[in-house]
C-alpha cells in the first residue's frame, strides 16, 4: 500500500510569489491535513480537508489556501509568499479523521522563499 | 500554539542502553501519539495510546500516560543507532476531526 505522496519535494520562491503543494493520501484515506514546520516554531496545524470540505483550521492568515478533490487528493496554497513562509510542509491522512484514528505523514514539502 | 511540552529537549546515549522521553500537555485529549522524524524527512507514526489507557508497548517501545498528570513517557529500550532521531509527541483534543498538536520534540542521539 503506498504512502502519503507529496509533491514536489523541493522548491525554491520569490517573496511576493504564490505556491501549490499536492497531496496524495494512502488510497481509502478521506481525511487529509497540513502541518507546517519551522524551527522556530515547531510542528503547526493548518488545516484539514474531509469529503472535500474543509472541517478544522489553525490559526494561519488567509493567505494559506486549501482545498480536497472528489479522489481525495489535496492541494494546499500560499499566495504572496513571505520569507517567512520558509518551511517544511507536511501532509496526513487518516481513514476517517476522527479522535482516535492512526495519522500518516509524507515526507514534505521542502519551500525555500528568497 | 504547543500543547505537548517534551522534556528532555535533547538526550544523547550509548547504544544498548535506554531511552526515556517525557511528555506534558495541557487541555483534555482523546489520545497521544508519538512520532519520529529523521533529519530532513516526514514524521513516522510510533504508537498510540487513547484516553482510556495507561500503558502500550510495541517492540522496544512502551509507552505510559497518566491523565490525572497529563502526561506520558515513551521508553525506547536497548537503543541503536538507527534510533537516532527527533522525537515528537502528539495530542488530539476532544473535537471533531483531526488536528494534532505537536510538543517541541526531544533530540535522540544514540552513538556506537
Known amino acids: 500500500k503506498a504512502g502519503v505522496t507529496q509533491t514536489p519535494r523541493y522548491l525554491i520562491k520569490t517573496r511576493g510569489q504564490q505556491v501549490t503543494l499536492s497531496c496524495s493520501p494512502i488510497?481509502?484515506?478521506?481525511?487529509v491535513s497540513w502541518y507546517q514546520q519551522t524551527p522556530g516554531q515547531g510542528l503547526q496545524f493548518l488545516f484539514e480537508?474531509?469529503?472535500?470540505?474543509?472541517?478544522n483550521k489553525g490559526n494561519f492568515p488567509g493567505r494559506f489556501s486549501g482545498r480536497q478533490f472528489s479522489n481525495s487528493r489535496s492541494e494546499m496554497n500560499v499566495s504572496t509568499l513571505e520569507l517567512g513562509d520558509s518551511a517544511l510542509y507536511l501532509c496526513?491522512?487518516?481513514?476517517?479523521?476522527?479522535?482516535?484514528?492512526?495519522?500518516?505523514f509524507g515526507e514534505g514539502s521542502w519551500l525555500t522563499v528568497v | 500554539s504547543q500543547q505537548g511540552e517534551e522534556d528532555p529537549q535533547a538526550l544523547s546515549i550509548q547504544e544498548g542502553e535506554n531511552a526515556t522521553m517525557n511528555c506534558s500537555y495541557k487541555t483534555s485529549i482523546n489520545n497521544l501519539q508519538w512520532y519520529r522524524q529523521n533529519s530532513g524527512r516526514g514524521l513516522v507514526h510510533l504508537i498510540l495510546?487513547?484516553?482510556?489507557?495507561r500503558e502500550k508497548h510495541s517492540g522496544r517501545l512502551r509507552v505510559t500516560l497518566d491523565t490525572s498528570k497529563k502526561s506520558s513517557s515513551l521508553l525506547i529500550t536497548a537503543s541503536r543507532a538507527a534510533d537516532t532521531a527527533s522525537y515528537f509527541c502528539?495530542?488530539?483534543?476532544?473535537?471533531?476531526?483531526?488536528?494534532?498538536?505537536f510538543g517541541k520534540g526531544t533530540t535522540l542521539s544514540v552513538s556506537s
Open positions: 502528539a495530542t488530539e483534543a476532544n473535537q471533531a476531526g483531526t488536528a494534532l498538536i
Open positions: 480537508y474531509f469529503s472535500e470540505t474543509q472541517r
Open positions: 496526513a491522512s487518516s481513514w476517517q479523521g476522527s479522535a482516535g484514528n492512526t495519522i500518516y
Open positions: 488510497s481509502g484515506h478521506r481525511s
Open positions: 495510546i487513547r484516553s482510556n489507557e
